[in-house]
């Protein structure tokens, strides 16, 4: 006896739960392979996933075994030249002369020095971006109220088929049919009991008329129970949406970037580097940031994401240009208001030489009362000119919400960026 | 000689209501053989539903738990790589017995895999003497649901982390956690659930019987007025003397009966993997026997339709290739080689006793005199039925399998400089052979010998345990992480001593600190 059954169409990822744990549990390699990774890779290369390798005797599942030593006996396949009483030397390497898979427990995996698995990009970019998050965000006054979602909302009488609620419909369609049939069920009964009762009657007190429209009857009856409609359109019901104002966050990203003559190509690739990583965050976590990019030399202007990370032009350095730029399209776009206000700068530092005070009063005076956290990164192996100590400056009267880092090499920019955006309010795991 | 062909389909594809064609033949034909099997419940899936039966050892369900998901990691990435193939079908010992078919076989991989899984393990499953005492097929699904619906619950009670610690260690002595020498009581779901309150409380009276510090009756004494009858205490817990009177194998069930701190919750848990363990017990004891028991009827079955023209020469040359490459062994010397396989051996052997049966040589009849020229069918079926691969191949391997797969013995002796060839596939070498290669097989050679001696029930409470060494063979560096496990259920200090011929060899101790105490 057999039953085939097609399960296919069942739920996929049973293990996705145990996928977790063993993911959750080991957390910590995986972050550091994580990080490893995100300096070694290019970053135009982080939409994919990425190869975990864990050093096994980390997670092995440790059983009672034989270890190497001792005398044992192999039997093996395949003699060709072999006789009895031979010596062979011992391999060398691989222990005992395959005698360690004879066991059987010698799974894939096992034996290698390292477990190595593949994550996909969603777990890599979690990994990636755990445990950051925008600083002080705010829930500003919600002027424009566009951000709606749907929600369930009961049912209703008529609705696309796409939303049916077959449930539902089914039980309104018996409920139907039950109030429907009852009394020609009835009627019925009673017509068939007549028609008994005169059947039962002598052959001769027997009126044939009567029969026959008994019969008609019953015959019109059933007729009828036949005709209601398994399901009417009147016993539809659909799911239906009600579009719900979400209360949102309005905030918006101000990426300001160097590209001077002074930047060299490696100090341009790093600062694209930190925003592109900065641009993802954001598109994982904040749906619903803006982003704003600025670029300046001497001259600042604002330009789209292709413009921002492919553009090549350069000339000389002035940094309040940009800051200036900045300030504008907020008084014109971005109204603090209503806004959560953030900007990251990346620069190498060289500034033209009376401009920076200037970069400090507009920070001091005009940004900064505005803004919720304003993030620089000096790129540079040298020595601090005048912007990092001007910056000092701000920094010191806005501890809170003026961050300043150094980049060295490529391989400071992820830690620079999680020191940046770490979460502040909750204690770190 | 030409037969009538008329295939039931032909090419590559499938559809059920060919499958279904296919094993009413197979069925037919296994039921012309008196193959007596389970009803089956074939379930076509996809990969990465294989690659999840994969992952949790090709349960229907089971609980959470980490290593599931390294091992769905692993296979993952192997498959994706290349590396290795899933297998094309897995097979469930339960009644019904459940085979899982993977949507991408070909036609004839599909009909294939019905003959070896549906017909051969399943009659297997129910023909086995070690599967009939160790295993209750009706239950196991039923147990299994059982068993993740209650670490669920410990989980939502107890915290995630501490049934995961708690079932790391268990699976550390997963191997030890059978009882050989007695005949387990069938698990059903419904039953457990019932008695588990009931045996919670229970458990814990009896555990703390054997702490109290109340002195022990000298012996002689009556029992006090409500204590114990000799049921309640089948190990002789309260009369006095070592504590346990004999050594125990079975780690898990001591652990269960007898951990001075676990929580009853704990109790229950230790159970479960203790008695998911003892359901594969069987399977690692009959590895051999169960693949080549079913490679022989795949083998035979494929045979009988292609003989009675239901199955094109296209699917009998498809076959072919893949059933050689089930059954290849090898040498130890090529690339490929990764031990004995199971499929080749246990083929090999059961196409030899039927061929002994059906035309012996002389030195057949010499070797197997009881078996020589008896009927195939029955011989077979009396094989299938009363061995595990040790006592199967001591039995059954024949000289011309050991000469077929050019079987030799290597002696491995660190003391020695060299190894040494010690018997090849010629007369003096067949016994010695046949000897070391069940051996070989045997649990009790591949598996260190573990027993616990004493639980320091009147002392520190500690635990010792004896490893009974053999060939000087030690314990692998696992050991440590495997007592540190032990001695986390047990909640006081363990001590392994490994002993040969009576001599202690090593002692190992946790928590570690205790070693200089422990040596000297």
């Known amino acids: ?429 | 000689m030409s037969v009538n062909r008329k295939p039931i389909a032909t090419g590559s594809d499938w559809n059920f209501s060919v499958l279904e064609r296919f094993d009413e033949e197979l069925a037919r034909l296994a039921d012309e053989y008196r193959l007596d099997t389970y009803p089956n419940q074939i379930e076509v899936i996809t990969t990465e539903q294989m690659m999840d039966a994969y992952a949790s050892v090709g349960m229907p369900v089971g609980y959470h738990h980490w290593s599931f998901g390294k091992q769905f990691l692993s296979v993952e990435q192997a498959y994706k790589r290349g590396q290795m193939g899933l297998a094309y079908e897995l097979v469930i010992n339960s009644n019904p017995c459940i085979a899982y078919l993977m949507e991408e076989n070909t036609l004839m991989m599909q009909v294939l895999v019905i003959a070896h899984a549906c017909y051969g393990h399943n009659s297997f499953f129910k023909g086995n003497y070690l599967f009939r005492t160790w295993t209750d097929a009706e239950s196991i699904v039923d147990y299994l649901v059982f068993a993740r619906k209650y670490i669920a619950q410990c989980e939502e009670r107890h915290g995630v982390h501490a049934v995961e610690q708690l079932l790391d260690a268990c699976h550390a002595l997963q191997n030890y956690g059978v009882d050989r020498y007695k005949r387990p009581s069938p698990i059903s779901a419904e039953e457990e659930a019932k008695r588990q309150d009931e045996r919670e409380a229970y458990l814990q009276t009896q555990v703390n019987m054997l702490w109290r510090t109340i002195p022990e009756p000298p012996a002689g004494v009556a029992p006090l007025p409500g204590s114990l009858h000799s049921d309640d205490d089948p190990l002789g817990l309260h009369t006095g003397g070592r504590y346990p009177s004999e050594p125990q194998e079975n780690l898990l069930y001591f652990i269960e009966k007898n951990a001075p701190l676990l929580a009853p919750w704990q109790r229950e848990i230790v159970r479960i993997v203790r008695k998911l363990a003892q359901y594969f017990y069987p399977q690692r004891q009959t590895q051999v026997m169960n693949e080549g028991w079913a490679c022989f009827w795949h083998y035979t079955l494929m045979n009988r339709l292609y003989d009675e023209g239901k199955v094109d020469e296209g699917l009998m040359l498809e076959f072919l290739q893949s059933h050689a490459a089930v059954i290849n062994q090898p040498g130890f010397d090529s690339p490929y080689y990764s031990g004995l396989n199971p499929y080749a051996l246990g083929f090999a052997i059961f196409m030899d006793i039927k061929r002994i049966c059906d035309a012996p040589t002389a030195e057949d009849r010499e070797w197997f005199p009881d078996i020589a020229g008896s009927p195939w069918r029955e011989t077979l079926e009396f094989a299938m039925r009363n061995f595990k691969d040790e006592s199967f191949i001591q039995q059954f391997l024949s000289p011309k399998v050991i000469r077929d797969l050019k079987l030799f013995l290597i002696v491995d002796d660190d003391q020695v400089e060299m190894l040494e060839v010690a018997a090849i596939h010629d007369d003096r070498g067949y016994k010695r052979i046949r000897e070391a290669l069940s051996s070989q097989y045997a649990l009790s050679v591949r598996e260190p010998n573990i027993q616990v001696v004493e639980a320091a029930i009147r002392g520190d409470r500690s635990l010792t345990l004896h490893h009974i060494q053999d060939s000087r063979r030690p314990l692998g560096r696992s050991v440590y992480p495997v007592i540190r496990h032990l001695q986390q259920l047990w909640g006081f200090p363990v001590h392994l001593v490994s002993m040969e011929d009576g001599k202690v060899t090593r002692r190992y101790h946790w928590p570690v600190e205790e070693e200089s105490k422990g040596a000297g």
């Not at chain 1, 005992?96 to 799974?107: L, Q, V």
């Not at chain 1, 598109?283 to 704003?292: A, R, T």
């Open chain 1, 1 to 429: 006896m057999t039953y085939f059954i097609d399960r296919r169409p069942n739920a996929k990822h049973k293990s996705a739960v145990n996928r977790q744990r063993f993911l959750e549990r080991y957390r910590k390699h995986i972050k550091r392979s994580v990080e490893e990774a995100v300096n070694r890779r290019s970053i135009t290369d982080m939409e994919r996933g990425e190869k975990i390798s864990i050093p096994t005797k980390d997670i092995s599942e440790p059983v009672f075994q034989h270890g190497p030593g001792g005398a044992r006996n192999i039997v093996a396949p395949g003699n060709k030249e072999f006789l009895e009483g031979d010596k062979i030397r011992r391999p060398s390497g691989q222990g005992g002369g395959g005698g360690a898979e004879e066991g059987g427990a010698s799974n894939q995996g096992e034996g290698n020095d390292e477990f190595a698995f593949t994550l996909s990009r969603e777990e890599f970019l979690e990994f990636v971006f755990d445990g950051l998050e925008l600083p002080h965000l705010q829930r500003k006054p919600l002027k424009s109220l566009e951000e709606i979602k749907m929600v369930r909302a009961g049912l209703a009488r008529d609705g696309v088929p796409s939303r049916i609620s077959i449930t539902r419909s089914m039980r309104e369609a018996y409920a139907r049919r039950i109030a429907m049939r009852a009394p020609i069920k009835r009627a019925l009964k009673e017509a068939q009991e007549a028609l008994a009762a005169e059947e039962r009657k002598d052959p001769v007190l027997r009126n044939p008329a009567r029969v026959v429209e008994l019969k008609a009857e019953i015959e019109r009856l059933e007729k009828r129970i036949d005709a209601i409609p398994f399901i009417d359109t009147y016993d539809l019901r659909y799911h239906q949406l009600a579009a719900q104002p979400q209360p949102s966050s309005q905030a918006v990203m101000f990426c300001v970037m160097d590209v001077s003559g002074s930047m060299t190509q490696n100090h341009k690739d790093i600062a694209k580097r930190f925003f592109l990583l900065l641009y993802l965050f954001l598109e994982k976590h904040y749906e619903k940031v803006e982003l704003v990019f600025v670029r300046h030399h001497t001259a600042a202007r604002e330009v789209n994401e292709e413009e921002f990370f492919y553009s090549r032009e350069t000339g000389g350095t002035i940094v309040s240009s940009a800051l200036n730029l900045v300030n504008k399209i907020i008084e014109k776009r971005y109204p603090a208001g209503q806004w959560n206000l953030y900007v990251a700068q990346a620069s190498d530092g060289d500034n033209w030489d009376d401009d920076s005070n200037i970069c400090r009063d507009l920070l001091v005076k005009q940004l900064m009362p505005q803004l919720q956290y304003y993030a620089y990164v000096e790129i540079t192996p040298h020595d601090h000119q005048s912007l990092w100590h001007e910056y000092e400056a701000v920094a010191a009267q806005f501890p809170e919400r003026f961050a300043m880092r150094q980049i060295v090499d490529a391989g400071d920019i992820y830690p620079v960026f999680r020191e940046l955006f770490k979460r502040r309010m909750s204690q770190e795991r």
